[in-house]
């Protein structure tokens, strides 16, 4: 498990946390680094496994835009990657 702290200080609004599920078994290498590419995020925890040439990393993860427009910019943002990614709202910071 991975916790974040530095990149909380970058974001500015953070009203939302998430729980992201990245997988992939193929496409672009994903590891514990692959969130850092995300802007506008912090990674609170993180956990990554592998085996071969599958990946998942799982995260909690802070952010400012509102639920549905996380889960779209996310969702894009692996697309283009290779990966498949899933996002389960947590509820609002604070």
């Known amino acids: 498990m991975t916790a974040a702290g ?8 953070v009203d939302h946390e998430s729980l992201v599920i990245v997988l992939s078994s193929g496409g672009l290498p994903l590891d514990g680094e692959s969130l850092a590419g995300l802007p506008d995020v912090a990674v609170r ?6 085996e071969g040439r ?3 990393v799982a995260a909690r993860v802070r952010h400012g835009d509102p639920p ?3 889960g779209t910019r996310i969702r894009e943002w692996g697309r283009v990657r290779g990966w498949a990614v899933t ?7 604070g």
């Open 87 to 93: 996002v389960a709202r947590c509820g609002p910071v």
């Open 6 to 13: 530095p990149a909380d200080a970058m974001l500015r609004d």
């Open 68 to 70: 549905e427009d996380f």
């Open 54 to 56: 599958a990946a998942c």
């Open 45 to 50: 925890w993180q956990r990554v496994e592998r």
